[in-house]
């Protein structure tokens, strides 16, 4: 599925959060408040445990996995204050990876990539930074991502406790951003063993498997192209809301996201290439098998053509009646054979290419 | 219909306003009057009605659908204070999208994508927006655009009422813009189609269907890119008329215009990738039916040249007259079958590649 | 003629007025004095008259058609203080178009295409505009391109009449650029007729069109896109000595510019596709001859095979003696045809694609 | 020769002077002292001429053919300050056109096109401007590029002999620009009858020449896309060294390498047509070819199976004893052939497409 | 291997230093510490050895061959300040050449190329430089890069010896960038060689080999293209550490990494032009493999349905009897052939085209 953008009605209004209605149970919030002494997570964690971290003076992070109900997302809007519009592109999934600020209040889309029988498929990840929280949005339940970041907080005097929330923001963009070497990684086998293929043994499925690779490479590129300038934004506006020593860091993530983006072009001229390399092939094999056609009817037409005169009925056909007919044919027949075979032979069309 | 542009005879004077005669009963005016407290409606209102509704304080939205009579522009024109030059591109349809700022009104222009037997075609939408009016003029009548803005103006206390002019015409512009959604998603469906047909059962027909997809694309991509800059260009420049309020929305809008973009051009390759699973897929069937050819005659021409062989009629052929003639030479040509039966199979020509 | 441009040889002085030797009589200067209140027209106009109107206080406008001589240049030169390497850029014509302002002086090289055998050609179009005139030299005197503007600057009360000498000069620049709206219309046309042929009867002549209409594309492109950024300097750059109110003007011809070349790269991607249609459809017709040859060879080999196994002259072929071998032979080519005739019915290789 | 470029080896110190020895005799010296009033020429001027002008009141040229020797390049350098980096690049030629100022001193390198057997070659040409001075180096000998502005020179009361060192410098890039018209004239003419030849009888040799045009036009482009870079800086940076008038003067210069990036970016697209239309010759000759053998075949197979059929010995063959069994024969076969090329006519297969 | 960057599981702490573990003796330190007056190497230098040059008050240049481990890394970094983010980067091999400064220190990374079975692949080369420190590392021990600069600087009185560790950093650099030169040169001359196998006698081989050169480019490109951004920014910016005078020398370094790009894209254009070649080749020897097939076909399939045709055995054939049959179908035979060849001939079959 190319176009995966859920949008609404053309018209409605700006803000209108209506999505559809959620899978039971596929929704889950996982609540984490620490300061650089303690930490307290709550697992499954309630609206309301959130709305309760918000009276206390350490940091907070809201984590929530699967597609939110609109209600969820109204409360949360109403808790934190959230502009609608941001909510509205948290519903509405499929966003180009992007990075505002309304109010003192960061928001920033990114995704994430899912293997599917389809081909690849985007994921969206959100993020909201206020003064002392980070609520992060992924838009499917499938593998909680920042279980990583997760590990790194419980430990006592990591750098992530000790630090403010946009640091804590930086570590969950960076850890989205890097998600994508792995993934590169795998397409980079599959094309180098679509090379030895292709250069070896091309098939009918090669075809499909170029298509396929295109394909991905189309969809991450659209997704991380945007993700690149989504990072340059953060490290280079004033208005972003990240502080000096995060920018630090955050240069270090844009260095990433520059050159994964450098990886996926490379990529995706290689694949091209490898479509010519296909082409080539098969003009080739048409080459050899006609080349077979050609050897063969090229010697054996004229043969048949002097079997076949003499195999004439007439009366007086002098040739059939002599004693050395017959062998003087077999031998004109075996010249011309050998003739043909040696002008082949000249011509390199009995040598494979 | 590629060239879609009306213009003047060259040399013209610039703001001349004599478009072709309109065909009777295309034209519908539709008046609204509102404030944030009442709303009146004149469905199909005169050009008086417009004229009144000037002298009063509340906020007037003027919507012509069909394409207008220089007439009707020209009093318009007058009342309203807008400029000949603005005029002439309203009677000039298929404008590339555009913003302009003439002494303190701002004349946008944006286009809606009809399909059509012939493709898509463009239809142009006209917007002037003056201290407390929006006019807009959209130059068919097939279907009125705004129906869903006019719903939600009708809502006493909805968002639109209360705010000015300029958020009146982000609202319509806004709505201009996402139509694009389910437009691009019905191409994307389009392609997904194709794909899926391209590599189970290429045909002829796929190229008629990938050149129209092209089209397609090629038209809307044509109207999408300036639109994306004339959206731009009213959310940064200092003259845009566009309130700081209207500017907060219009970015949300911005990325649509932004991301529809990104879709088109990643359609515009995949369709391009098309055409090249649609040649490779002939070259591949070109080769199967070769490789037929070629196995049936390459098996049976030396095969018929020996049968021809003893079907000549000398007289002295010693092997006719045996005994064991005949079965041998059956025998020598069913080995000889068999070898290249044998040969094909090890070069893999009897295998569907 | 690709390469359009009169030189000089190498290392001439700069300003060098020396051309070529004008054809007798295809020269033509028309000169036309005016105020608001009154104007005064010389059709054949000598060097003298242009001479004279330098002392009347009205403005002047000096059209010449076809090649100008160098004498007739040096004078103009002279008498109205022209930069001699503006000079040499109209005699050494195939300017790229550009714009120049030398001592208070704007100097403008347009082009106007012309249909010829040959394909499209450029014509070049060069203005000066000082305080009170304007002199416009067309390189070929085929046809007055400027007759609309000296009809409407013959009506008395025309904005022409009452504005300054730059508003004459945006006037001269409109037309010459709305003057490609009908010349791509006529491409766009060809481009269509292409498209149909294209998908129903492709020829071996469509090539030669395709590359006619890519070709006559290259030209106008190289001159177009040079055309917006002169419009675009004339109506920014601050040295244009066009006025606050011809660039209101201005702005609009600016857009149409913009709009040309979009059509244009519009056609140029059109064009492409058609190349890879037709490409498409060769190959897709030579599947189709190649399919007749396998299906009519593989039915008819191996019954030819059959029946000349038949024809040996063995003499002892128990089958030929037996009552029932030649229908039995019969049947059994009739099995095998039919069965070959399904197997390729099975493979869609009867019907049409 | 693709790479042209010498170079040091990797790691020498920078300013290095150890060129490759040169051939005795291929070097040559022309100096020039000018003022408005006088000019004195020396021919073939020693290094001690040279070292003695430095002293001069007047106005030094200083111009060198052929690939110099480290000697020289030391000597020259230390009588007139230039610096040992831009001295390094005179004798490593093939350096990519440049313009850089060491300390006070202007130092251009451009470039000029050779015809050799292997297609066009670049040849350095580089500029050293200071004071009251200018050094040209020409890298080979084959013919002295600035005779003609020698000549201009010797005409007293010429604009190169009253203007500064400048003046000079400008005069010898424009000249060295202007040599690319005759050039690119001679290749527009390659690429028309190439054109011609393809649309009319292309043959294999024609592969061959598109590809020298391409590599031809490759090598000229390396060339003058940083030529036209080197232009503008010259006109447009502070620190340039060229007066306000020469700059009015370059300014013209540089139209021309922009023209000439034009052309031949317009030349690169012409060829690439050229590939596309070869292919698609080649692929409609094989369709005509395989056309032939298709009716031949499909037309003569047929009959070849109903004569054979008839060659069977059967002994019971009633047709055989048929008074009228050889008429009908010839008539059924007739009627065969009759009815195929029928259908090919129908087809469209038998008329030339 | 396309893709060749190390990374740490996504999610872990920026700066952490564990690698994998290095093989033994694969390490060499060499350390220099020198002024113009002295120098002092150390061959196989330990970390103490490092240590202790902090102390001293001459220049120190720590040049590291081989992949090192993470606990040296940990040393170095505490010895010099080096920050952990740059340490990091050294030991995840496999970055894009980029340039950074972390508080007062300037880290480089620019890449080396070289030669495997597999084809190129990059060797990170990385750089500190500090106040009076320069530390290279090369990722693989293969071959000592900086050999050359070790000799320039144990001649006394060499410009590397008096100058600051800019402009020993400044040599690296530059000697990084020239060794493309060389590596250039070679591919230039195999993209020769396979123009002229690719005119005269296309194999299949051929595809492997444009593939491979294709493959090599893109990875050269990779690194190529962000290098000369790297020393753009290390020339340009304020922040970059370069002092006025290395700043002179590293311009040239500049233009030869602005050249070896230039002949980059040429070489890229050149290999896609081969690919064009190559599949023109392969069509046209299609092309000549069916018209050898056609001719003999067309010529023979008529004269074999002659001769058949008589040899029915139908009882009235009347030629049979005739005295003249045989000579005469023998002479109608012969005249078929003429025309045939005379037809093939006037179509120009039958010359090599």
């Known amino acids: 599925m190319v176009f995966q953008k859920r949008y609404h009605p053309p018209g409605t209004a700006p803000g209108t959060l209506a999505g559809a209605a959620v899978e039971a149970g596929a929704l889950n919030i996982s609540l984490i408040n620490y300061t650089s002494d303690h930490i307290e997570e709550v697992q499954k964690a309630s609206i309301g445990d959130c709305r309760m971290s918000l009276d206390r003076p350490d940091k907070t992070w809201i984590h929530v996995t699967g597609r939110p109900d609109p209600k969820l997302m109204t409360d949360l809007g109403q808790f934190f204050g959230l502009h609608p519009l941001a909510l509205e592109d948290v519903l509405n999934a ?21 293997q599917t029988p389809d ?23 499938a593998e909680d991502l920042f279980e ?32 994508k070497y792995p993934m590169l990684e795998r397409i980079g086998e599959r094309i180098e063993q679509l090379d030895d293929e292709l250069l070896e043994r091309p098939s009918r ?39 000096r020593e995060a920018r630090t860091y955050l240069r270090d993530c844009y260095d990433h996201s520059v050159q994964i983006i450098d990886l996926l072009e490379t990529y995706r001229e290689m694949v091209s290439m490898q479509m010519e390399v296909y082409l080539s092939a098969i003009s080739h094999r048409l080459n050899e098998i006609i080349r077979v056609l050609t050897v063969i009817s090229t010697i054996f037409i004229p043969l048949t053509f ?30 011309l054979a050998v003739l043909m075979v040696l002008w082949f032979w000249r011509r390199g069309w009995l040598r494979r290419s």
């Open 148 to 179: 990583p970041i997760r590990k790194r907080l419980r430990q006592a005097g990591s750098r992530l406790r000790s630090k403010d929330a946009d640091y804590l923001l930086y570590a969950l963009i960076d850890l989205v951003v890097d998600r």
């Open 94 to 114: 499929g966003q180009r990876p992007k990075a505002d600020v309304y109010e003192g209040q960061l928001f920033v889309v990114l995704s994430e990539m899912r």
């Open 205 to 243: 499925s090669s075809v499909g498997q170029i298509h396929g690779l295109k394909r991905d490479l189309l969809v991450i590129r659209r997704f991380c192209w945007p993700e690149r300038e989504v990072i340059g934004w953060l490290l280079r506006d004033e208005a972003s809301l990240i502080g």
């Open 119 to 141: 081909g690849l498929q985007a994921v969206q990840v959100s993020f909201f930074q206020g003064e002392n929280f980070v609520i992060s949005i992924q838009e499917d339940g």
């Open 306 to 335: 002097i079997t076949s005169l003499y195999g004439m009925n007439f009366e007086f056909m002098p040739e059939l009646r002599s004693r050395w007919g017959y062998p003087a044919v077999l031998l004109v027949m075996a010249s």
